[in-house]
């Protein structure tokens, strides 16, 4: 007869097949650490350097007054989306093959298309905002939808991005109200959470 | 204590046939490569097993084309999720009764 420990044991690989079979667990925290550092490096500049205040822009609707660094703003925007996102693959491909399996599997599909519905969603949200010439708004939104997207893709990740991207959209919805302080909160949400967090998983899934 | 030994499946021994049942009763279908690259087995091994599920009926084969490419993709039966549930539970009350 068998033992108490091959039950346990039994339970605990019926336990991680579901998950390893589920769930993409090769991201790093320090994907996290080195997107929050991007993304202060990132409002420090629009704000030393582009001169940028949401307080002065968001009611800002004629199209001739623009902000003369907006096309910048979106320029430097868009660069820490890809480095981050660069960043976030190269180390996941490491991870995974540290650990001998495949990143690229059915699971970082599926999350990548629940990640993607959100993200686009709010992508082209924002686009439109800037053609109405609502930028206070952008801030918030960029917030609000990457928490979505966060919470949406959740399930098929570790459970601690659900409360990241709950945090995200806590901080989208009151940025939204307090639009003069929007780059601090995006500079608070993409930079310090994102810090945190990746400080957080490195210490419990990568020692 | 033998209340539950009897309910632990002998379709469910062998590790790798508990692991397919595990990666299918948290995926709606898996292909060949999907599991083997789970299990770390060998083709023909993850084959056997393989049919030696689908012949108690507990796992089921849908076939189909990716472009001129055959696609096989397998998903847990209702028997088999059944068997794989009391299985689970023997062997939670299997525990429990040694503590």
Redesign the interface.
Same mark, same amino acid.
Request: aromatic content about 4%; hydrophobic content about 55%; glycine content about 4%.
């Given at each position: 007869m068998k033992e108490e420990q091959d039950y346990i044991r039994n339970l605990a690989d019926i336990r991680s097949m579901m998950e390893r079979s589920s769930k993409f667990l090769s991201l790093s925290g320090w994907a996290g650490i080195m997107a929050g550092v991007y993304a202060l490096a990132g409002a420090w500049i629009a704000w030393k350097v582009f001169d940028f205040n949401p307080a002065e822009t968001v009611y800002n609707v004629e199209s001739e007054t623009f902000p003369a660094a907006l096309g910048n703003l979106v320029f430097l925007a868009l660069l820490i989306l890809i480095l981050s996102l660069s960043t976030a693959v190269f180390l996941s491909i490491k991870r995974a093959e540290k650990k001998g399996e495949n990143v690229w599997n059915p699971i970082a599909k599926r999350l990548l298309i629940n990640l993607a519905v959100p993200l686009v969603a709010g992508g082209l949200l924002i686009l439109i905002l800037i053609g109405k010439g609502l930028i206070g708004l952008i801030a918030p939104c960029t917030l609000l939808f990457y928490g979505l997207a966060l919470y949406n893709a959740s399930k098929f990740t570790y459970e601690e991005v659900r409360t990241l991207g709950l945090i995200q959209v806590a901080l989208g919805i009151i940025s939204a109200w307090f639009v003069d302080y929007a780059l601090l909160f995006w500079a608070l949400g993409f930079g310090v959470v994102h810090i945190i967090y990746g400080i957080y998983m490195h210490y419990r899934y990568e020692r | 204590m033998n209340i539950s030994?009897n309910s632990l499946h002998k379709a469910f021994e062998s590790?790798i046939r !508990?692991?397919i049942m *595990?990666?299918l009763?948290?995926?709606d279908m !898996?292909d060949f490569n *999907?599991l083997k690259?789970?299990?770390d087995v060998t083709d023909g091994n993850l084959a056997s097993h393989i049919k030696g599920l689908e012949k108690e009926k507990f796992i089921g084969v849908k076939k189909s084309f990716v472009g001129k490419k055959p696609n096989t993709k397998y998903f847990m039966t209702k028997k088999g999720k059944t068997a794989f549930d009391d299985h689970?539970k023997a !062997?939670?009350r299997?525990?429990k009764s040694?503590?």
């Open positions: - | 030994i590790r !508990l692991g *595990s990666a009763a948290v995926n !898996l *999907s690259e789970f299990l689970l !062997l939670e299997l525990i040694q503590k």
